[in-house]
């Protein structure tokens, strides 16, 4: 029979199937071809042994969370406590893009700007829709589920954005904790918790603990010019343009028409200033 894992304790391996759950465990080939079952894999179960017999092959594989075959990792943006941080908004869609997963934006906390400051966010949320990105608040819970249907999702974002509270918005039945400042700190603390991916109405989903900031991690300054998805429609003069001391750069003239939001532009000069 054929399944999904949906949960790895040690060595235990939770199997969902069209017949239900199976708990089982991998066998010696795995550990042999170097082949680590990981959370979100499809595989053929022996359901009268509970033995994972193979593992299908993946179309993605991300290492924090270690999970496969992600659809969406949903990126939880608080807007206030934490203060929206575009550099480290525009860091995670380029570091998810280029593990060819397609990100979607979930602002969060809009409820603590004042009527100004929230306008800006709609500015800002329209922009990333307008070039091409999946956003959302976290008020619109009934449009989310649908955007969701039928995905593997992973909530990525930073401590205190607000990711567990989402994933409690959206099955009520959850009852993840909230508010655990101590992730910040990951001392080794938190550093064993478990994946799990959590089957909410069509759809499954994975919280993970915050973070307070992330790297690139191998990338070339090519690659992450690559994932800012407005720049590729501009048209410079040379052809390997870097968009940042070149003449006649299409870029940096759309970023002057006010086309290209100025910090996009920053961020991504800052990013290719330090790979
Ligand atoms: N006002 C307001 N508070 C929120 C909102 N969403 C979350 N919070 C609060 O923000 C705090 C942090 O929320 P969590 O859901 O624990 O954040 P998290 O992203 O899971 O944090 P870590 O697990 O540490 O990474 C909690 O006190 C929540 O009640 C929101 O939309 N508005
Ligand atoms: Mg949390
Ligand atoms: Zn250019």
């Not at 708990?23 to 359901?47: Q, S, W």
């Not at 039945?173 to 994946?195: C, F, M, P, Q, W």
């Not at 028409?257 to 100025?262: F, R, T």
Request: hydrophobic share 35%; proline share 3%.
């Amino acid at each position: 029979m054929n399944g999904k894992i949906i949960k790895i304790i040690s060595n235990l391996y939770t199997v969902q199937t069209e017949d239900g759950i199976f708990e089982c465990h991998a066998r010696g080939k795995f550990r042999n071809m170097l082949l680590t079952p990981l959370v979100g894999d499809y595989c053929e179960i022996d359901t009268e042994n509970k033995y994972i017999l193979d593992i299908f092959p993946r179309k993605n594989e991300l290492a924090r969370p270690m999970i496969a075959n992600v659809d969406i990792a949903l990126i939880v943006v608080s807007v206030k406590e934490p203060d929206l941080s575009l550099n480290l908004l525009d860091k995670m869609i380029s570091i998810i893009t280029l593990q060819k997963i397609t990100p979607m934006i979930c602002f969060t906390k809009l409820d603590l700007l004042n009527k100004e400051e929230k306008k800006q966010v709609n500015r800002i949320e329209a922009y990333y829709k307008k070039i091409g990105y999946l956003t959302i608040t976290n008020q619109k819970i009934g449009e989310l589920t649908k955007i969701l249907k039928n995905k593997i999702v992973v909530v990525t974002g930073q401590t205190g954005a607000g990711k567990s509270t989402l994933l409690n918005k959206l099955d009520k039945n959850l009852h993840l904790k909230t508010d655990e400042i101590s992730y910040a700190l990951g001392r080794g603390k938190h550093t064993t918790r478990h994946v799990e991916l959590f089957k909410i109405k069509n759809f499954y989903i994975a919280d993970t603990p915050g973070f307070s900031s992330i790297d690139f991690k191998k990338n070339t300054k090519e690659e992450i010019k690559s994932s800012f998805l407005e720049f590729v429609n501009e048209t410079c003069e040379f052809k390997d343009c870097m968009h940042d001391k070149e003449k006649n750069c299409g870029v940096k003239k759309a970023v002057e028409e006010g086309k290209i939001l100025p910090s996009r532009y920053e961020n991504y000069l800052d990013f290719i200033k330090k790979v």
